[in-house]
């Protein structure tokens, strides 16, 4: 047993009050894969429900207000990576050199700890489609983060036969987080358990890089409209009647591949009026 010293109130009064974060969950795993990019667990609110594929806000205390000294929450709408049934919260991040958030939480710590605002909200849910025999999810950049929620989320593949996950980044580097996910499906134990071993046979991977050399290289976009990406996976052109799909993006690509499944005959889906597709932005801008 060790000796316990009295504290006295003079000791009590000199330690410094430790500031309590409001919605405060505490980092326990952080993982860098460039220098723009890295990733991040942390714990879960035992009340917090969410669908697989929804975004929260989350953040930190910003920098104190030079007269009063005030701290305001930092957030930034952030899609959770993990899936519905994790029991801790992950989250897959950019690094934004001067961003009034990121450049400050790539430097968090497992023991930190964020901010989480328990509100989950989104598109990018199984409830906003119709039912479909394949699913395409489209990402570009950090927009991956909502299909690694999905792709470990089972009813993506109680829903479809077929799960095609196409990636495209600049560099090869930044399509590391998504191949690890992908990587860890085949030994996922709840996955092999509750769809059966091999499940992961219906996915189709589809990275590609824009700028640094790669096994597969251009936009995803004018890989499908040269027929490329089709042949590449041997399979059939979107159809609205097999065809599902959900991307995730920034703008530019999120309009155009919007108007490439428009042309094939989908319709867009909210969770209001189920459809054939659904889209989200990766960031605003
Ligand atoms: C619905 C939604 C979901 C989001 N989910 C994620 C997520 O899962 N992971 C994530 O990293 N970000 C996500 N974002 C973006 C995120 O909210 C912040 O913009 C980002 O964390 C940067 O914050 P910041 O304060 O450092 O800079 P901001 O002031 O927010 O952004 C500065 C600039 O950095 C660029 N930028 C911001 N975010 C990104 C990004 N993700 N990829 C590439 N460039 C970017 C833009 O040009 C932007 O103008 C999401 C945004 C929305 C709207
Ligand atoms: N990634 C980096 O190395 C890097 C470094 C420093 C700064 N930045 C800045 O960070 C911001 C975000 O960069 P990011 O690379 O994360 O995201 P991004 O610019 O959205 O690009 C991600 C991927 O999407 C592709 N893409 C962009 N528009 C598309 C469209 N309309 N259709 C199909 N594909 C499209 C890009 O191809 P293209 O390459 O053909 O555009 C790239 O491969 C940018 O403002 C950038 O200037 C990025």
Redesign the pocket.
């Known amino acids: 047993m060790t000796e316990q010293t009295p504290v006295t109130d003079a000791q009590a009064t000199a330690v410094p009050k430790v500031p309590t974060l409001p919605d405060a969950q505490t980092v326990t795993e952080v993982q860098h894969y460039t220098d723009r990019l890295f990733s991040f667990k942390c714990t879960r609110p035992a009340s917090l429900r969410f669908r697989s594929g929804e975004?929260v806000m989350i953040g930190l205390m910003g920098d104190p207000h030079p007269e009063t000294g005030k701290q305001k929450p930092l957030l930034?709408?952030?899609?959770i990576?993990s899936p519905s049934w994790d029991e801790e919260l992950e989250?897959?991040?950019?690094k934004?050199q001067d961003?009034?958030?990121?450049?400050k939480l790539q430097h968090i710590k497992p023991g930190d700890q964020i901010i989480l605002r328990p509100k989950p909200v989104?598109t990018l849910v199984h409830d906003a489609l119709i039912p479909g025999k394949r699913i395409w999810f489209f990402a570009t950049?950090?927009g991956f983060?909502p299909f690694a929620s999905l792709l470990r989320e089972p009813q993506t593949y109680e829903d479809y036969d077929e799960v095609i996950i196409t990636h495209t980044c600049r560099e090869a580097g930044e399509l590391t987080y998504g191949r690890n996910i992908i990587e860890s499906l085949k030994t996922d134990e709840l996955l092999n358990e509750v769809i059966g071993e091999g499940f992961w046979k219906k996915i189709k991977y589809y990275p590609t890089t824009t700028r640094e050399e790669s096994a597969k290289m251009g936009r995803i976009t004018d890989l499908i409209n040269s027929g490329e990406a089709y042949a590449d996976l041997g399979v059939e052109p979107l159809c609205p009647q097999n065809d599902r799909a959900m991307i995730c993006g920034n703008l530019a690509f999120n309009l155009e591949l919007k108007d490439m499944l428009e042309a094939a005959g989908l319709e867009e889906g909210a969770n209001s009026k189920p459809a054939q597709y659904v889209v989200?932005?990766?960031?605003?801008?």
Not at 99 to 103: E, F, I, N, W
Request: charge should be neutral; avoid cysteine.
């Open positions: 975004f930034r709408a952030y899609s990576a989250f897959y991040s950019i934004v961003g009034p958030l990121t450049s989104g950049g950090t983060a989200e932005k990766a960031f605003l801008d």
